[in-house]
C-alpha cells in the first residue's frame, strides 16, 4: 500500500477505526439479542417456535460479530507491527541526534498507547465468548424444549446473561473511548 501513496500510519488509524467501529456493533448485536431473549422469557402462551427462530437469529449475528471483533483486532496487530518494525529501522537514516531523540520518543509514546488500546480491545474482547456461551446455551435450551417448562427455567437465567451483557458493553465501550484516543492522537502527530 505504501507504493500506492498510503502510510502504514493511515492504514493503521484505519484499521484501529475499523475495530472500533466492529466493537460498537458487536455491543449493540449483544444487546439486542439480550432484548430478544428477555421476551422470549416473557411469552405467554404465544408463538413461542417463532420467538425460538428470533432468537437463534440473533445468536447467529452475535456470533458473526465476534468474529469480525477478532479479525478486526488481528488486522490493528499486524499493521502497527509492520507499522513499528518500520520505524525502527527508519531511526538509523537519521544524521540529526535530536531529531533522531525526538523519533525515538515518539515511537516509544506511540507504542505504549498503542498497547493500552490493544489491552482494551483484547480485554473487551475476551468478555464475549463466555456471553456468546451463555446464548448459544439458552437457545439451544429453547430449542430442545419448546415448552413451558423451558420458559420457566429461562427466567432464572435472564438476570445472569442480563449482568454479563452489561459487563460485555462497558468493556466495548472502554475500548472503543481507548480507539478514539488513539485515532486522535496519532492524527495529531
Not at 131 to 140: E, I, M, P, R, W
Not at 174 to 189: G, M, N, P, Y
Amino acid at each position: 500500500m505504501e507504493k500506492l501513496g498510503v502510510h502504514k500510519r493511515d492504514i493503521m488509524v484505519d484499521r484501529v477505526g475499523e475495530a472500533r467501529d466492529a466493537q460498537e456493533a458487536t455491543k449493540e448485536q449483544f444487546q439486542s439479542a439480550l432484548e430478544q431473549f428477555s421476551q422470549v422469557v416473557e411469552v405467554k402462551g404465544g408463538d413461542l417456535e417463532q420467538k425460538y427462530k428470533v432468537l437463534n437469529d440473533q445468536y447467529k449475528q452475535c456470533k458473526a460479530e465476534a468474529d469480525n471483533v477478532h479479525k478486526r483486532i488481528a488486522a490493528v496487530e499486524g499493521v502497527s507491527a509492520a507499522l513499528f518494525r518500520e520505524w525502527e529501522a527508519e531511526l538509523d537514516q537519521y544524521t540529526s541526534a535530536a531529531l533522531r531523540r525526538d523519533s525515538e520518543s515518539k515511537l516509544a509514546a506511540t507504542r505504549r498507547q498503542y498497547e493500552q488500546l490493544i489491552t482494551a480491545m483484547k480485554r473487551a474482547e475476551s468478555k464475549i465468548q463466555p456471553v456468546l456461551s451463555v446464548f448459544n446455551d439458552q437457545v439451544l435450551y429453547l430449542k430442545h424444549n419448546l415448552n413451558a417448562q423451558a420458559i420457566a427455567a429461562l427466567q432464572g437465567e435472564l438476570v445472569g446473561l442480563e449482568e454479563n451483557v452489561d459487563r460485555l458493553v462497558r468493556e466495548m465501550e472502554a475500548s472503543i473511548r481507548e480507539a478514539d484516543q488513539f485515532i486522535s492522537k496519532l492524527q495529531k502527530t
